[in-house]
């Protein structure tokens, strides 16, 4: 079936693979109509999902993909068959990290900055409870 | 308008604000409350463009407990709450109160009359707590910490309070005080 295709396509391939099985719950909302979808649901469409799917699949896991070629394969080359599952491999390693490893830093800076942000100088006394 | 304490400035890094935007942009964000999010990024946005016209260390305080409109003088607040943290003080915090005192000098307070500038937004969020009385002049209205949050935000400022609650407001002072105090005090005293 894959006779003919460059093993480094598997890395892709495999990367991307792992990437729709990651994000399943995510694409089967975006596949739902928008009566079947719950309020949360529809909020999370509403916000952005399918911009993050596309971006991932267009740009994150290929460049991440990319970097592990050239970083993880070289260093790892002795230790990994010169086959299409060696390249697999790197491929699902390469979802992993660097992409997801990044996305998950930045989003629990984000998560963190917000959660402060709502509590900034809200802590009051019990008896905050007349006029504001 | 941030009041550049130093919780402010870790809140509205570089870095932090670059972390929030990207993570929208990217669509990673859904969790999180669209209006929370757009609230932040808008206030960092402010903040930059404003640093460079900031004196001091500015504190937006919408005042009147959202309906009165009798707007007494904030800063006569604030130093009546410095006198409190000053008797407070023991001999051995001098040098802290001393910083304390020219802090308070040093503090641009920006107050805002809110009742009507935002009575959109405040209808919008007070319907949710099941308020109804916007407009009644001497009417109390009951706001716990959930609506306090709401409001900070919604209204971008750094304190709500009230010149009818003298519980409230001395708690909300004290708590910008407090944080010029932890926050600026130990890497300024040297310089001051």
């Given at each position: 079936?894959?006779?003919?295709?460059?093993?480094?396509?598997?890395v892709?391939?495999s990367?991307?693979?792992?990437?729709?099985?990651?994000?399943?719950?995510?694409?089967?909302?975006?596949?739902?109509?928008?009566?079947?979808?719950?309020?949360?649901?529809?909020?999370?469409?509403?916000?952005?999902?399918?911009?993050?799917?596309?971006?991932?699949?267009?740009?994150?896991?290929?460049?991440?993909?990319?970097?592990?070629?050239?970083?993880?394969?070289?260093?790892?080359?002795?230790?990994?068959?010169?086959?299409?599952?060696?390249?697999?491999?790197?491929?699902?390693?390469?979802?992993?990290?660097?992409?997801?490893?990044?996305?998950?830093?930045?989003?629990?800076?984000?998560?963190?900055?917000?959660?402060?942000?709502?509590?900034?100088?809200?802590?009051?006394p019990?008896?905050?409870?007349?006029?504001? | 308008?941030?009041a550049?304490?130093?919780?402010?400035?870790?809140?509205?890094?570089?870095?932090?604000?670059?972390?929030?935007?990207?993570?929208?942009?990217?669509?990673?964000?859904?969790?999180?409350?669209?209006?929370?999010?757009?609230r932040y990024?808008?206030?960092?946005?402010?903040?930059?463009?404003?640093?460079?016209?900031?004196?001091?260390?500015?504190?937006?305080?919408?005042?009147?407990?959202?309906?009165?409109?009798?707007?007494?003088?904030?800063?006569?607040?604030?130093?009546?709450?410095?006198?409190?943290?000053?008797?407070?003080?023991?001999?051995?915090?001098?040098?802290?109160?001393?910083?304390?005192?020219?802090?308070?000098?040093?503090?641009l307070?920006?107050?805002?009359?809110v009742?009507?500038?935002?009575?959109?937004?405040?209808?919008?969020?007070?319907?949710?707590?099941?308020?109804?009385?916007?407009?009644?002049?001497?009417?109390?209205?009951?706001?716990?910490?959930?609506?306090r949050?709401?409001?900070?935000?919604?209204?971008?400022?750094?304190?709500?309070?009230?010149?009818?609650?003298?519980?409230?407001?001395?708690?909300?002072?004290?708590?910008?005080?407090?944080?010029?105090?932890?926050?600026?005090?130990?890497?300024?005293?040297?310089?001051?």
């Amino acid at each position: 079936m894959f006779d003919g295709w460059p093993n480094e396509s598997f890395v892709y391939l495999s990367a991307t693979l792992l990437l729709f099985l990651v994000r399943s719950r995510d694409l089967t909302i975006l596949v739902k109509s928008r009566k079947q979808r719950t309020e949360d649901e529809q909020k999370e469409v509403d916000r952005g999902m399918l911009r993050s799917i596309m971006l991932e699949v267009v740009v994150f896991v290929p460049a991440s993909a990319t970097l592990a070629l050239l970083v993880i394969l070289p260093l790892l080359e002795s230790k990994i068959p010169d086959s299409r599952a060696g390249y697999a491999m790197v491929g699902l390693a390469s979802y992993g990290f660097p992409f997801a490893a990044i996305r998950a830093i930045v989003v629990k800076i984000a998560k963190n900055t917000l959660k402060e942000f709502a509590g900034v100088n809200v802590e009051q006394p019990n008896d905050d409870r007349k006029n504001g | 308008m941030i009041a550049k304490t130093g919780k402010s400035r870790r809140l509205f890094s570089w870095f932090r604000i670059a972390a929030v935007w990207f993570a929208d942009r990217c669509g990673w964000l859904t969790f999180a409350d669209a209006r929370l999010v757009q609230r932040y990024l808008s206030r960092a946005k402010s903040d930059h463009a404003h640093t460079e016209q900031l004196v001091g260390k500015p504190i937006t305080v919408a005042i009147g407990g959202i309906l009165y409109s009798d707007v007494t003088d904030i800063r006569q607040m604030l130093e009546n709450v410095f006198e409190t943290v000053q008797r407070m003080t023991q001999s051995p915090a001098i040098e802290k109160t001393e910083y304390l005192r020219k802090e308070l000098n040093r503090v641009l307070v920006q107050v805002r009359d809110v009742r009507d500038e935002n009575d959109k937004i405040q209808r919008e969020i007070l319907e949710v707590y099941n308020i109804a009385e916007l407009k009644g002049a001497n009417r109390s209205i009951v706001i716990d910490s959930d609506l306090r949050k709401q409001l900070i935000i919604a209204l971008n400022v750094d304190v709500v309070c009230s010149l009818h609650s003298r519980a409230v407001r001395t708690a909300a002072l004290n708590k910008v005080l407090s944080q010029l105090v932890e926050h600026n005090a130990p890497s300024n005293l040297e310089s001051n």
